[in-house]
């Protein structure tokens, strides 16, 4: 089965810093990648997803993320983050076998960002 | 556009209360989806319906049920509601026709359980 870690449950940065949410999956073909931003009080919003091609990808509100296929990672990041970036993050991967029963979640990392 | 549309926002039941909570969307999807969210766990599927007229249970449906009303509509019921159903309830829907589309995601219902 697959399952999908994101191993920081909360992160700390200052206004300006770099960033990176971890995220690894398990699954025995190549997944779906998803990155899903939540804020308060509101439902999920995709920020950017992989399926296939550049390992690279970017996604909205300066977001990009890159696929490691050796280390079984999907880590999302951003060169300078903005204090309306406070909010949860999550993984998610899909099935490619084309069942409905898709998108396996993380448990969300919350990132906090300091004036 | 509205997207994903769920009623209520919140809602507080007592223990043994029924209540069926429920969702919309106008993006002509095909898939519909009920998770569930809870603190440090993440979004757990409940159920879900790949296409009109069918349902099929997720990870947690002891305590549910679903009908999917038409392709625009997916209700939720808690015939008996538990305090362990205190959670966040989120309703998506995506194009299945694209196996790599994404979900869509509805603002949620709060609701607590006393």
């Known amino acids: 089965a697959q399952s999908v870690t994101q191993p920081d449950i909360h992160i700390t940065v200052s206004e300006g810093a770099s960033l990176e949410l971890r995220c690894n999956y398990s699954?025995?073909?190549?997944?779906?990648l998803f990155w899903y931003v939540q804020s308060p009080g509101q439902g999920l919003q995709l920020l950017l997803k992989?399926?296939?091609?550049?390992?690279l990808v970017q996604g909205i509100k300066g977001f990009e993320a890159e696929f490691k296929r050796s280390q079984s990672s999907f880590n999302l990041r951003k060169p300078s983050v903005h204090w309306s970036d406070a909010a949860e993050y999550f993984c998610?991967?899909?099935?490619?076998?084309?069942?409905?029963?898709?998108?396996?979640f993380g448990s969300g990392t919350q990132l906090t960002v300091l004036p | 556009n509205a997207g994903v549309t769920q009623t209520p926002k919140f809602q507080v039941l007592k223990t043994g209360q029924s209540m069926t909570l429920q969702c919309a969307q106008d993006?002509?999807?095909?898939?519909m989806y009920w998770y569930r969210q809870d603190p440090g766990m993440g979004l757990r599927l409940i159920y879900y319906?790949?296409?009109?007229?069918?349902?099929d249970k997720g990870e947690v449906p002891n305590g549910y049920n679903v009908s999917r009303l038409n392709k625009r509509e997916f209700s939720l019921r808690l015939e008996s509601a538990a305090p362990s159903q205190t959670s966040v309830y989120f309703c998506?829907?995506?194009?299945?026709?694209?196996?790599?589309?994404?979900?869509?995601f509805g603002n949620g219902t709060r609701l607590t359980v006393t």
């Open positions: 998506a829907s995506r194009d299945f026709s694209s196996y790599n589309s994404p979900l869509h």
């Open positions: 699954y025995g073909a190549t997944p779906y």
């Open positions: 992989y399926f296939s091609g550049d390992t």
């Open positions: 998610a991967v899909g099935f490619s076998s084309g069942s409905a029963r898709q998108l396996t």
């Open positions: 993006m002509n999807h095909n898939s």
């Open positions: 319906s790949a296409s009109e007229g069918t349902t």
